[in-house]
Every structure is written in structure tokens, then in C-alpha cells.
């Protein structure tokens, strides 16, 4: 009885292609349909949530089930689905092993817009595997509910990085050039949208520093304790999806 009750309070979502959405209908196949029927074993008459990855939701009711592929009629749509009003556009340093991984996956959870890894002088690593990434996103958006995936894109020079922002207004996370707070800044600037920067493991190079000081940016530190670059990517984009809900700035 208790494992009934759950599966029906569940809010199950599922990615759906735009190719399968056809006026009221919907069709899930390949590897959302394997993860429905096998998985989760969704039901003829289940009520179900399609994410197409470009902000929709579609509200389903299965109406078939095959061995390959789910069928239902969709009974609501909602645009921008738990979108924040501020874009978070994430320049993350590129990280050893798993650590940007975890990034992706919790700062897409957090509402991030885009994430670029960045390639610094202290960076060990040159490329990525973007299309992993991508599947991190794409597990983390039907596991907290959200209809945007965030762009996930190719590693890029730091500078390359700072070209494409040059007019916007930019965080950068260090804690040792800062007594500004991340709430401060955010709350004494009129910022549309936030563009952030989280520095190497080792910290930016002295050259880095000196040429953040040329443009258009401001330091900001999270706290007295010395963070990790991943913790500090997730803490920030977390605080500031709060500040948003909660009208600070």
C-alpha cells in the first residue's frame, strides 16, 4: 500500500522530443520509454510530465503502452517551467576528475543558463566530454523538475570567454582579493542577468588578476573559509537563484 501511494504522489518526468508532440498527443520511445515501462512502470491512465529541454512541460495521460514506446494526449502546457527570471550564465574553470560533473548536475538543479569550462593557465586539462555533460543535464532536469536544459558548451579559453561577455557586468569568486559579499554586489547593482566566474583549483595566475582589473567586473568572496572551485560554483548559484526568489535584488 505505502509503495502505491508513492508511485501515485510521484511527479514523474520524462524528456520528450518536439518530433513527438503531434497537436494533443505525445509519444515517448527509446530510452524514456525503456526508463517508463521498465524502470518507473508507468500506467494506462497515469498522469505524466513531459520536458522538451527548450522551457515547456506538457501535462500527459497515458493512453497506451507498448513494448517500445508510450502514448498519451497531453491536457496542459506551461511555458518557462520553473524558470528563474535571471539568467545565470556560469564560466566555470575546468576541473579534474568527476568535479565537473557534480557541477553540471547541481547547478543545472540550481537553475544555471549556461555553463562554459574555461581553459586558465593553472588549468590541467584542455577539453571536455561535452556530450557526457550534456547527459548529466539531462538526468538532473527530469530529476528536479525543470523544462530549460542549459546550454552545455566546449572548453574555451578564459579570454575568449571574457570577449563574448565584454559588455555585461561579471562576477568573479575569489576569495582573497574580496571583502565584497555575492548578496552585496548583487543587491547594490542593477544586474539583469548574472554572469560568473569560478577560478582553477590552484587559483587564478597573477597575469589573470591583473587583466580582471581591466574590465568590467567586480570580486566577491563566499565566507571566510577557503572553498573548493565546485563548492563554490554550486554555493553561488545557489545563493543567487535564492536572492531571486526572495526579491533581494
Known amino acids: ?49 513531459l520536458i522538451d529541454k527548450k522551457g515547456f512541460l506538457y501535462t500527459g495521460i497515458i493512453k497506451k503502452i507498448n513494448n517500445s514506446f508510450v502514448q498519451g494526449l497531453i491536457v496542459d502546457i506551461k511555458k518557462n517551467y520553473n524558470e528563474s527570471r535571471f539568467k545565470i550564465e556560469l564560466g566555470m574553470s575546468l576541473l579534474k576528475g568527476s568535479k565537473l560533473d557534480l557541477v553540471v548536475e547541481k547547478c543545472t538543479e540550481l537553475g544555471v543558463h549556461s555553463i562554459t569550462p574555461l ?56 576569495q582573497n582579493d574580496s571583502n565584497n559579499s555575492l548578496k552585496n554586489i548583487l543587491s547594490k547593482n542593477k544586474i539583469q542577468d548574472v554572469i560568473l566566474l569560478v577560478g582553477p583549483e590552484g587559483g587564478f595566475s597573477k597575469k589573470e588578476l591583473m587583466n580582471f582589473k581591466t574590465r568590467k567586473v567586480k570580486f566577491a568572496k563566499l565566507g571566510s573559509r577557503r572553498l573548493k572551485a565546485e563548492t563554490a560554483a554550486i554555493l553561488s548559484t545557489g545563493l543567487i537563484d535564492h536572492f531571486v526568489h526572495e526579491d533581494i535584488f
Open 1 to 49: 500500500m505505502v509503495k502505491i501511494l508513492n508511485k501515485l504522489s510521484e511527479k514523474r518526468h520524462f524528456i520528450v522530443s518536439k518530433n513527438n508532440i503531434i497537436n494533443n498527443s505525445f509519444m515517448l520511445d527509446g530510452s524514456e520509454a525503456h526508463h517508463a515501462i521498465n524502470v518507473t512502470r508507468v500506467l494506462i491512465d497515469e498522469k505524466i510530465y
Open 119 to 174: 581553459i586558465t593557465e593553472h588549468s590541467i586539462l584542455k577539453k571536455v566530454n561535452v556530450k557526457r555533460l550534456i547527459k548529466k543535464a539531462e538526468v538532473a532536469i527530469k530529476q528536479c523538475g525543470r523544462g530549460l536544459l542549459p546550454e552545455i558548451n566546449e572548453a574555451i579559453p578564459l579570454n575568449d570567454w571574457f570577449d563574448k561577455f565584454s559588455s555585461k557586468f561579471i562576477i568573479v569568486l575569489d
